[in-house]
């Protein structure tokens, strides 16, 4: 490698000889540009000065010039007024010459006293001023006749000047002879001549006034030319230095920079090895000696650069060596512990199912408490597990989302749920709160998101004692299009032990809790939380926590999710307008009572709030007092001073205050609390957390009884036809038609159905999907034909269908839409969603407003007004408490079923009973048909059957043993079918018995 030898530096090469230039090139850079600035300033300097000079020089030839016009005029004048004086003999024309001779005498006395060699400049300037000389030329007078007094065009001016004054005394003696010889009357003829003498030497004089003004108009040309060439070589040669100065030092400067810039170039591409040569000393050659040095260090870097990334390469193969035996053991730690998990799980389910049958049996106490222990012990350690698989899912990159359609509020409230009874061990309040802003219906994994809550719930419950556990649903912003996404917020709030600052930065962590500690006491894998996270963060969103100790956590989730694609987006809006009642909420805690003002406020009802039951009973009081009165009261059960049952039972004690319906708020739900309930007056018993449809329902169930002044319930003026051959199945949906207004009628199976339809006309058909013989779809392919040889439909093939199905399978709704049906409907479905589906599919106008005063909920005919709803009477009311207390049929299915026929005049409930009672009569036999043949399709076929009308009765284990049935059949797990059947048929027995209980007539 070469380098700047020492003696390159001293002495540049091609220097300029000359000390001057050697200066010049060492100079600093800075002190160069002002030295060219300098010799620009100078050029232009000297320009000004000889601009100036110029301007001075001809300022005084033109004082000359306008001096000898005034002399001139005065000697003319002069001789004018001696020729008048000859004439007129006046004494006025004498002294007017007199005063035309004092102008030439002030000029004669300046130029005298400036030939002084020390002239007084005040007198000559005295004497110029009586020369009737401008004052502002005087000065230049006298500055030209000093300093150019012996240029030979003003020394000819000066001489002129001064022969003239010669011939001027001459004209002043001749004018004195004049005078004296015309005062004294002397000789006539001594006057003329005196005269003709005065002429004579005035024609002398016209001629000097002449070369006077020639030889000025000479000086000023001849001063011109001479300036003129004197700035011009002046400038040129000061032009012509700076140039070759300046030339000189940009090329040095240029130079200099030019090979720097080379040397940078050179460096880009990793050229370190030719130094830049040093040409000076100034500012640059610094620079390039600096440059050099950098290139040196440049050079002795990459050499030590070099050696690193041989052994940087040595070590990334050696770690990519490692890594991917890592990943390797990593992907095989992954699929072991999913097929672990797996492999543990059918275990389980067995421990599972087979304690949960052992704890149905005849047990003492000893023994139940044993085996709930197990059961218990059991669900913790599937939950367990179920960790473990989703975690190790992730880890292996096999987790794949499922976006569909739903409702966000419906999500929460069923992880709410599921939950509740956790909440209600610990007696927490459990509570759900939904901003508004929000759509019914959103699009995302609802699985995922609903796992996700689960375990944020969940642990929120965990670790808390006491207090309350909220969530909170919230739109951040809605999108800025109309197909853009909403920015939601899921937050999970409570009041328990709360998380340490320093806990918190690993609280994501895998098998991480917040202290050793905390997992002793609580349990757990640790593996919650990250989970949460690597789901949230798959479906694009973000999670995070605010705690502290003892004061509680809060979990945020956001996530960006789209609009419902479907048609189905309002599905969740409600289908009737609410009536506009008064309503007393009394509840201890502050979060209940804001959810429930809410919700009842958006209802469009006037709410009042109360914190216990002795505010409460006090304010009704007054209420009373002022002839107010209200319409519904929601009631706490646990509340301080006066509880909820406390309270119930002092408004029966007042008449004026018994009247008003109650219906029971609850954390606890047993069968023992809601026949207190009963007992005490209330007409409804809900569960915490409050559920907006089930509220919903409630309230138009209990104000069903009065003509309320809110707004009517719609009604739909539609001919339907329901195929379906679950005889419970067609009691449900046919009552929910009626009392819409529609007109049903029924078919028992698909070609009873297509028979129908070639002998009437239809504006909707609600198809079951399976069915003995021809299924829905068959006969739907049938009907889409059109007429045929073998159908001549009645009803157009362009008809709206809707599929109607028990299976509700993830991809059921896309595969039935894609096979042709206009819409779909899982059983068993609300009055809600069945009325959004007619809004939706009817044509514009069949959905409208029914008369003012029917009752929502009420049936309503064709022809004349309906009979208003009567209140149900006591005896009903006991009877649902008998229901209630039953653990076998579910209360909430029951109600829905009441509410459906208010007034019992169609005998629905009993209706259902019995075909319920009918079909298991009718489906038992064929189902040990077809366990002794092997028949897995009957059996399926039975299971599904059950399961449908099993829900819509309430029987919702019963309905869950018919799900695994049918689901143990599909996935070809038949090991312990025959148990599940035995299990079967120990519960049909079990809900038949509660059913002859609950509608005697039946029995």
Same mark, same amino acid.
């Given at each position: ?342 492999? +543990? ?38 939950? +367990? ?334 001919? +339907? ?266 519960? +049909? ?15």
């Amino acid at each position: 490698m070469s380098q700047v030898r020492p003696s390159a530096a001293r002495h540049p090469r091609a220097a300029p000889p000359g000390a001057a230039r050697h200066l010049l090139r060492d100079l600093p850079v800075a002190r160069k540009m002002v030295l060219i600035v300098l010799l620009f300033v100078a050029v232009v300097a000297a320009l000004v000065v000889l601009t100036k000079l110029s301007s001075d020089i001809h300022s005084g030839l033109r004082a000359y010039v306008a001096g000898e016009g005034h002399w001139s005029k005065a000697h003319r004048d002069g001789v004018h007024h001696l020729e008048h004086y000859v004439e007129s003999r006046s004494a006025l024309d004498y002294e007017a010459y007199e005063r035309t001779l004092q102008v030439i005498a002030g000029d004669l006395r300046a130029r005298l006293e400036l030939e002084k060699p020390e002239p007084d400049l005040a007198v000559a300037r005295a004497a110029f001023l009586a020369g009737l000389n401008h004052p502002d030329d005087i000065d230049n007078l006298i500055w030209l006749f000093r300093h150019f007094r012996n240029v030979s065009y003003l020394d000819r001016v000066i001489g002129l000047w001064a022969r003239a004054d010669v011939m001027i005394d001459e004209l002043r003696g001749l004018g004195t002879a004049l005078r004296i010889e015309i005062e004294g009357a002397g000789d006539a003829q001594r006057i003329a001549a005196i005269a003709a003498s005065i002429e004579q030497l005035h024609r002398r004089i016209l001629p000097l006034n002449d070369q006077f003004s020639d030889t000025l108009g000479e000086a000023s040309r001849w001063i011109t030319r001479l300036l003129f060439g004197l700035m011009l070589v002046t400038s040129s040669a000061s032009l012509l230095f700076g140039l070759v100065v300046a030339n000189y030092l940009m090329r040095h400067i240029n130079r200099q920079i030019a090979e720097l810039r080379a040397g940078a170039l050179r460096v880009a591409d990793e050229d370190f090895e030719q130094a830049v040569e040093v040409r000076s000393s100034d500012e640059l050659g610094r620079l390039a000696s600096t440059f050099n040095h950098m290139m040196a260090r440049l050079r002795q870097h990459r050499s030590e650069i070099e050696a690193g990334a041989r052994e940087l390469q040595h070590a990334t193969t050696a770690a990519q060596a490692l890594a991917l035996q890592a990943e390797t053991a990593s992907q095989a730690k992954s699929q072991f512990m999913a097929t672990m998990s797996h492999e +543990i799980r059918t275990p389980m389910n067995g421990v599972l199912g087979m304690t949960e049958l052992l704890l149905s049996t005849e047990l003492d106490t000893r023994q139940r408490r044993f085996a709930q222990a197990v059961y218990r012990s059991g669900e913790g350690l599937l939950e +367990i597990i179920n960790d473990i698989l989703d975690f190790s899912k992730i880890e292996a990159g096999k987790l794949e989302l499922a976006p569909t359609d739903f409702s966000p509020r419906a999500l929460v409230e069923d992880v709410l749920e599921l939950l509740a009874p956790r909440a209600q061990e610990k007696r927490l309040e459990l509570s759900f709160r939904e901003h508004p802003g929000l759509p019914a219906a959103l699009h995302g994994d609802a699985l995922r998101l609903r796992q996700v809550l689960t375990n944020l719930v969940a642990n929120a419950i965990k670790f808390t004692e006491h207090g309350e556990v909220v969530v909170e649903l919230e739109a951040l912003h809605a999108p800025a299009a109309a197909e853009g996404p909403f920015s939601v917020e899921f937050s999970v709030r409570d009041t328990g032990i709360g998380i340490s600052a320093e806990a918190l930065p690993r609280l994501f962590s895998a098998f991480t809790q917040a202290s050793s500690g905390m997992a002793r006491r609580y349990g757990g894998t640790g593996l919650g939380l990250v989970i949460s996270r690597q789901l949230v963060e798959l479906m694009g969103g973000t999670i995070e926590a605010e705690s502290r100790p003892g004061m509680g956590s809060r979990f945020r989730v956001r996530l960006a999710l789209g609009r419902a694609t479907g048609d189905g987006e309002d599905a969740g809006a409600d289908p009737q307008r609410m009536p506009a009642l008064r309503v007393l909420v009394v509840d201890d805690n502050d979060t209940n009572r804001i959810v429930l003002e809410n919700l009842l406020g958006a209802w469009g009802m006037s709410v009042t709030l109360a914190s216990d039951g002795q505010q409460a009973l006090d304010l009704l009081r007054r209420e009373r007092d002022a002839k107010r009165h209200f319409d519904l009261a929601l009631i706490d059960m646990h509340m301080p001073r006066l509880d909820g049952f406390e309270l119930a039972h002092a408004l029966q004690a007042e008449p004026a205050l018994a009247d008003i319906k109650l219906v029971m708020l609850s954390s606890v739900s047993s069968p023992d609390e809601a026949r207190r309930a009963q007992a005490a007056g209330f007409l409804r018993f809900i569960n915490k957390p409050v559920r907006k449809a089930e509220l919903r329902q409630v309230i138009l169930g209990v104000s069903s009884g009065r003509a309320t002044g809110g707004a009517p319930a719609p009604r739909v003026d539609a001919h +339907i036809l329901v195929v379906e051959d679950n005889p419970v199945n067609q009691e449900v949906i046919a009552q929910m038609l009626r009392n819409f207004g529609c007109r049903v009628q029924l078919a028992a199976s698909a070609l009873e159905g297509l028979r129908a339809l070639c002998e009437k006309r239809f504006d909707l058909v609600m198809m079951d999907i399976q069915m003995p013989g021809m299924d829905g779809i068959e006969a739907l392919g049938w009907f889409r034909r059109g007429p045929g040889e073998r159908f001549t439909f009645v009803t157009p093939p362009t008809t709206p269908v809707v599929a109607v199905t028990a299976n509700a399978l993830g991809g059921d709704c896309e595969r039935l839409l894609g096979l042709g049906f206009d819409d779909y409907l899982s059983k068993p479905f609300r009055q809600s969603q069945l009325l959004a589906m007619l809004s939706q599919r009817l044509n514009p106008g069949a959905v409208v407003p029914c008369a003012e005063g029917v009752a929502p909920g009420a049936s309503t005919k064709k022809v004349g007004a309906a009979a208003p709803a009567t209140p149900a009477s006591p005896a009903s009311r006991q009877a649902a408490s008998t229901t209630c207390t039953d653990d076998l049929l579910d209360a909430q299915a029951l109600q829905r079923l009441r509410d459906l026929d208010p007034s019992g005049a169609n005998r629905l409930l009993e209706r259902v009973v019995q075909a319920f009672a009918s079909s298991t009569g009718r489906l038992l036999p064929q189902l040990d048909e077809a366990m002794a043949a092997g028949d897995l399709h009957g059996v399926r076929h039975v299971a599904h059957t059950l399961k449908s009308s099993s829900a819509s009765i309430g029987a919702l284990k019963l309905a869950a043993l018919c799900a695994e049935v049918e689901a143990m059949i599909r996935s070809k797990e038949v090991q312990r079918l025959q148990e599940r059947v035995t299990q079967m048929h120990r519960e +049909i027995d079990s809900v038949g018995k509660a059913l002859r209980a609950l509608v005697p007539q039946v029995a």
